[in-house]
């Protein structure tokens, strides 16, 4: 695959499917980011990146601490690409960041989680693979239970993510990203902005509202678990 020329936004479409036990769908528009970590872009009030908003040493970079955390597992990148919301107006809110970490040996895939309680967690996917354990507890309705199987292919012209939550031989729940690609250029960002405005922070306002919503229809909270 060639290499995408970065950064590069990508105005996009977020879904939340709930089959059971109540069924709900829910979606939004919205915009995202695909940059170099070596080569981060920076515009003061729409588009700031800052290692405090991911997992980490927030007095390194994001490019170390990803680096540390693929060590950790024995893997080295040469290159990594990293799509997420930045931080805009002072706001930032990232439900799943996606990092493409190119190696000697293919595309590692690291995803990092962020719950509405400040939690955050990271799942590596090596070369090949597309299916992990859950280990994070992520919505007040799901046990930290399950696997999640995970289609994370590395942006294109088209932006098109899965994660599928699998438990007891079905999936109670999907959530998918689809998006098209748009330049970075200061025009679009701009329009993005006025399109979405505070795009991260409406998003997790979004998330809530859904929350509340269910809970009044009468889905039972479950107490969290899993590792913070």
Known sequence: MTEPALPALYE???THVRSAPIRNRFGYGSYLWLVDLDRLP??????????RDHMGDPGLSIRRNVDAFLAAHGVTARRITMLTNAR?????????TVYWCHTGEGVAVVAEVHNTYGGRHRYLLRPGE?????EFHVSPFHPVEGR?????P????????TVTLHREGHP???ASVRGRR????????YRMAAKHPLAPLVGGARIRRQGIGLYLRGLKTVPPGGPR
């Open 12 to 14: 996009c479409v977020i």
């Open 182 to 189: 748009r330049p970075a250029t200061g025009p679009w960002l």
């Open 148 to 152: 999640y199987r995970l289609s994370l």
């Open 130 to 134: 597309h299916e992990v354990a859950k």
């Open 88 to 96: 805009v107006l002072g706001h930032v809110f990232n439900p799943l």
């Open 42 to 51: 920076e515009n003061r009030w729409l588009a700031a990146f800052h290692a």
């Open 172 to 174: 109670p729940f999907v």
């Open 154 to 161: 590395e942006p294109g012209e088209r932006l098109a993510l």
